[in-house]
């Protein structure tokens, strides 16, 4: 049994779940999760367990991208980096300074609005 599996086990969370040929997931709930996912099937706002399950799933993951998100502006900086954001124009001369490049932008943006 995998660790996150022993921790759901562990809070009465999931009783068991198994992987089938086609890929589909059968999964064991407590009688407690059983009644959220049947109330908000009757509230209307799901048409199925499968829709309960999908939602709760896709909640986690947001709360786990938030939950990794960076803690401070050196964390931020640092990933930046490594995503390539921070220094990706760095060779367009066109640019240089950024204050003057949006400078001219808006004044090419008003430009367009009165000839428009």
Do not use: H
Not at 38 to 54: H, N
Not at 83 to 98: A, C, E, H, T, Y
Request: glycine share 6%; proline share 2%.
């Amino acid at each position: 049994m995998g660790v996150w599996r022993r921790l759901l086990v562990r809070r009465g969370i999931l009783y068991k779940s198994m992987v089938l040929k086609n890929g589909a997931m059968n999964v064991s709930l407590t009688p407690e999760l059983e009644k959220i996912v049947a109330e908000r099937i009757a509230s209307g706002r799901y048409a199925s367990a499968d829709d309960v399950i999908a939602e709760a799933l896709r909640l986690l993951y947001e709360r786990d991208q938030l939950q990794n998100r960076p803690r401070s502006a050196k964390d931020l900086l640092d990933t930046l980096r490594k995503s390539g954001f921070i220094g990706m124009w760095k060779n367009r001369s066109d640019i240089g300074d950024s204050t003057d490049f949006a400078r001219r932008l808006r004044i090419d943006a008003e430009r367009r609005d009165r000839d428009s």
